[in-house]
């Protein structure tokens, strides 16, 4: 019954791949609070969604179906149907709020971002790991790597060691300009500016990184759809990211959007979009932050290589 109602179905079907407080979904259906929240509330009590609380904000997400047949069904039923025009639009609208904040953010605080992120998790902490797990790729497969969100160049030069060629994208310019007076000594790095999520997909990369960046994004689930888009079929995809934490401070210092992700969770975007785990590792804690690696395949490859 929860379900039935048509305005709690399109909340089911946003909710698919992201996750919203009240006040944006409030704006994405053009409902008061109140209203909004009652909706929230009743799929709440039936089990469909959850919540969580980051500081003094609560975020709502579909609830995760798991070996469950009747969430799992409900939800592919729900899936089936696309959502109308007027909200995709409103979704799009609210990602680009997102979005603007965080480049707002790396345009005032990009000289001091690296020493702040090196409070939660440098690069040293995980580069040896994603070097290791991309030198497991046959050599002939190691064409094209794309690194999402370059920082410095530290992991992007590794990885142009191993690949012949190397790409790094960066949604700041200034983190674009730092990267490339880093990496100017490497003729096969190159270097874009833009959001990861707005490019059309080209020629596919044989291996995708996105190390501490995810968290910046405004539609993480997103993520995972447009990396398999842009995914060779016999493609890696490796993620670094901070497991969901409560160190509200971050928001306002490193500009973060998230305060983490659960490996749970993050497996579940993975498996929604195609992807199978084939690598989890989780690093050594750094000033009270978790790391967690996944690493995933698209399934079109492992169910080629069972046959």
Known sequence: RAAGDPLRANILRVLAYDSYGVLELGEIFEMAQ?????????????????????????????????????????FEELD???????????????HQARLVRSREFFATHAEALAQQRALICAPSVYLDTVTDIA?????????????????DGTLL????????????????????????????????CHLLEGDFLSIAPDRPYN????????????????????????????????????????????????????????????INWAERQKFTLVHQQFLAQRNGFPVHVHAFQPKQLLEESKQ
């Open 34 to 74: 109140p209203a909004i929240s009652h909706h929230l509330k009743t799929l709440h009590n039936a089990g469909l969604v959850t919540r969580r609380k980051e500081g003094t904000h609560v975020f709502y997400q579909r609830t995760a179906a798991g070996s469950r047949p009747l969430l799992t069904a409900l």
């Open 80 to 94: 089936e149907s696309p959502l109308p025009t007027s909200l995709s639009r409103r979704i799009d609208h609210a």
């Open 135 to 151: 030198a497991q790729q046959p050599p002939l497969a190691r064409r094209r790597v794309l690194e999402v969100g370059t920082g």
């Open 157 to 188: 030069r590794s990885l142009a060691d191993l690949y012949k060629e190397a790409t790094g994208i960066d949604v700041a310019s200034e983190m674009v300009d730092t990267t490339r007076m880093n990496l100017v000594d490497l003729e096969n």
């Open 207 to 266: 291996l995708i990184v996105a190390a501490m960046v995810v968290h910046h994004m405004a539609s993480p689930g997103r993520f995972f759809a447009h990396a398999w888009r842009h995914l060779h079929k016999d493609g890696l995809l490796i993620v670094v990211e901070l497991n969901a934490h409560t160190q509200e401070w971050v928001k306002e210092l490193c500009g973060d959007v998230w305060l983490g992700f659960s490996p749970d969770r993050m």
